[in-house]
């Protein structure tokens, strides 16, 4: 153990090496072992961990412990991280992670990146992305409700009598090709519950009153009196133009 602690970094790598050189040209397991046990009297490391050094597997540990990570990941799964960041509506690196593997399907790039994509952890998503997240601005909010609105909208908390015709679902899609800076088309769909009628209607950035009036089309187009109305609480159905 003194002579562990004697030691410099350098030198700890420069006996490793030698160690290596040795390690490679035996053949027998006895004789593999000895160098084995010697490398540990020397170095004070844990068997597992002086035997992946051996290998060269794992780097020699100085006094100090590794000098950081090495680099495992290129340009091109950075790449392709800011492609999935970009069709995930921007997710922290957890949130990312749980959803890289399903994307990762589809995702036209070499097999190689599909299976650093798979197992990359969130830590290095993030810090793969951190500049990149700078850079790239905010993703585009839903317009926000008025909160006037909320208070006077009636909440249905039970399921719904799915067997009478009239309750709809609505909602939005977003075309945006994955980057959802600037302006573009958003499709409006309208869902009746019980037969599965569903209208279509393509809206420009979904605001308030464009939203309305694509609404106002779908229901006149429907061959069945309307009974309620099933949303999320994005502004672009949560305002007064939709309540009144």
Known sequence: MAQSMEMSETSIEE?????RERYARMTGRKARGKLLDELIAITSWERKHANKVLLGKRRPKGRRGKRGAPVRYGNDLTEALKTCWFAMEQPCGKRMKDMLPLWARHLDCPEEIRDQLVLISAASIDRLLRGFKVTAGKKIRPPKPASAVKALVEVRAQSWETSEVGWTEVDTVAHCGGDMGGDFIWTLTSVEIASGWTELRAVWNRGQQA?????????????????????DNGGEFLNFHLYD
């Open 15 to 19: 006996y490793t090496e030698k160690m």
């Open 211 to 231: 939203s309305f009036e694509g609404l106002e089309s779908i229901w006149e187009s429907q061959p069945f009196d309307l009974l309620g109305v099933d949303s």
